[in-house]
């Protein structure tokens, strides 16, 4: 069974910062593009930043200058170092990552249980 499990929210005051960490495990052939995405009270859930195998990063305009996303290919693990938090930044926050599991040797995307982040006024 191959699961992400996010770790790293909380409440924080703004301005301040956070770092979320996710973790894939399992029987794991590879691990592809990783990102995090968010979803707050009321709305659609929205991407916030992938980075690829390779280490390129993407980010959306609302997070962009302020956070980054880095990973340890090692542990299969992805990172996401926010600064500079806005009120507008609450949400819960959600890993993805595509996974290629050892059996079935058959890519698939794999979603985390969500880690919520406040950022108080």
């Known amino acids: 069974q191959v699961q992400l499990v996010e770790s790293g929210g909380g409440l924080v005051q703004a301005g301040g910062s956070l770092r979320l960490s996710c973790a894939a495990s399992?029987?794991?052939?590879?691990?592809?593009?990783m990102g995090w995405y968010r979803q707050a009270a009321g709305k659609q859930r929205e991407f916030v930043a992938a980075?690829?195998?390779?280490?390129?990063?993407n980010y959306a305009d609302s997070v962009k200058g302020r956070s980054t996303i880095s990973r340890d290919n090692a542990k299969n693990t992805v990172y996401l170092q926010m600064n500079s938090l806005k009120p507008e930044d609450t949400a819960v926050y959600y890993c993805n990552a595509g996974i290629v599991p050892t059996s079935p040797y058959r890519y698939r995307e794999v979603w985390g249980q969500g880690t919520a982040v406040t950022i108080s006024s």
């Open positions: 980075i690829a195998r390779s280490g390129s990063t």
């Open positions: 399992g029987s794991i052939f590879s691990v592809n593009t």
